[in-house]
């Protein structure tokens, strides 16, 4: 059974940091892609980065360039988001998901095939 769970949100000023977890299993993680998409009530789920499961490329959204950074720990089956500099605008709930490497390697919602239930991240003016 594939699960991704993720971790490691909250509360936190704007300026701070946090740092997301995101731990796969039930599927070869080399052959897939992992993302970080971000939801806001009422609006569509946005990409903001991808890592490959096989090759460790990366690759951001507008919304994570700069101040976000997507890493993985092959060994573990882990992925991680580190958020740098957040503003208020960043509050979210934050989903880990996995894609087959055949479905491309963007960060459109289309090319996920597996889903974790979110984390809550706020982030206060």
């Known amino acids: 059974e594939v699960q991704l769970v993720e971790s490691g949100g909250g509360l936190v000023q704007a300026g701070g940091s946090l740092r997301l977890s995101c731990a796969a299993s039930?599927?070869?993680?080399?052959?897939?892609?992992i993302g970080w998409f971000r939801q806001v009530p009422g609006k569509r789920r946005e990409g903001v980065a991808r890592?490959?499961?096989?090759?460790?490329?990366?690759a951001y959204k507008n919304s994570g360039k700069g101040r976000f950074s997507i890493s993985s720990d092959n060994a573990e089956n882990m992925v991680y988001l580190q958020m740098n500099s957040l503003t208020p605008e960043d509050s979210a709930v934050y989903y880990c998901?996995?894609?087959?490497?055949?479905?491309?390697?963007?960060?459109?919602?289309?090319?996920?095939?597996?889903w974790g239930q979110g984390t809550q991240v706020t982030v206060s003016s």
């Open positions: 890592i490959s499961g096989s090759d460790g490329s990366t």
């Open positions: 998901a996995a894609g087959h490497w055949r479905n491309g390697l963007g960060v459109a919602t289309w090319q996920y095939d597996y």
């Open positions: 039930g599927f070869t993680f080399g052959d897939f892609v």
